[in-house]
């Protein structure tokens, strides 16, 4: 199912509504302030979802580090990352904590499905962005719950 998920944010990642996202991801990068506060939906976005779909877990656990890795490199502790995936993970988000994308979020059980699929799509191809932070994070001795006092 997880291959599906990520085949569909292959499709998703290529349509015109989420290049706005990647348009508006790049701005971010410039207004710390506007990029903590939607990497604060986006974390209790998925710290609140109630899901039963198969995987979810995965994809929920990958994306909380990545929002981990945003802010570290925000805050300039963290620089090992290449500014395409930053861009791409934060158009990700953006689309995430939108509630108009491609599929509508006020539409019960289907509107997070295209979330997710991205979300899939992202953690596929940008995984070894994501072993490369945990590995540094491990390093650190980081403190995953800070991540709510973003």
Do not use: C
Not at 12 to 28: E, V, W
Not at 122 to 144: A, C, G, L, P, Y
Request: cysteine-free.
């Amino acid at each position: 199912m997880l291959n599906d998920w990520i085949h569909k944010g292959l499709v998703y990642s290529q349509n015109p509504l989420f290049k706005k996202f990647m348009g508006k991801a790049s701005g971010l990068f410039a207004k710390p302030l506007k990029m903590g506060l939607m990497l604060t939906t986006a974390y209790k976005k998925l710290v609140n979802t109630e899901s039963t779909a198969s995987g979810f877990d995965q994809v929920k656990d990958y994306m909380q580090t990545f929002i981990r890795l945003v802010k570290a490199y925000m805050n300039g502790d963290y620089r090992n990352v290449a500014t395409k995936s930053l861009v791409i993970g934060v158009a990700v988000l953006l689309y995430f904590v939108s509630p108009l994308d491609i599929i509508p979020d006020f539409l019960p059980a289907l509107g997070i499905l295209d979330d997710i699929s991205l979300m899939a799509w992202f953690m596929d191809t940008f995984q070894k962005e994501i072993v490369k932070f945990r590995q540094w994070e491990s390093d650190q001795n980081f403190d995953h719950y800070r991540i709510g006092s973003l």
